[in-house]
């Protein structure tokens, strides 16, 4: 947000522009220091199973399936 600060080109949340008014002020500084110490909310923190779990959970399910035919 300092590299930025008054430079009307700066624009977007990773460069600080927290109102979107196409320019980091003390403006975006007041809306940063409003939200200082909130966390991610568990919706966006929510664990995704690795591909490669969903593959074995697939291969045992076929081969219980694949042995009671048998």
């Known amino acids: 947000m300092a590299a930025n600060w008054g430079i009307p080109s700066?624009?977007?949340?990773?460069?600080?522009?927290?109102?979107?008014?196409?320019?980091?002020?003390?403006?975006d500084a007041s809306i940063l220091a409003a939200n200082w110490g909130y966390g991610v909310s568990a919706?966006?923190?929510t664990a995704v199973p690795e591909p490669t779990a969903a593959v074995l959970l697939i291969g045992v399910f076929l081969g219980l399936v694949v042995s009671r035919r048998r």
């Open 10 to 27: 700066a624009a977007g949340l990773a460069s600080g522009d927290f109102n979107g008014d196409g320019k980091v002020n003390a403006v």
């Open 43 to 45: 919706a966006e923190s």
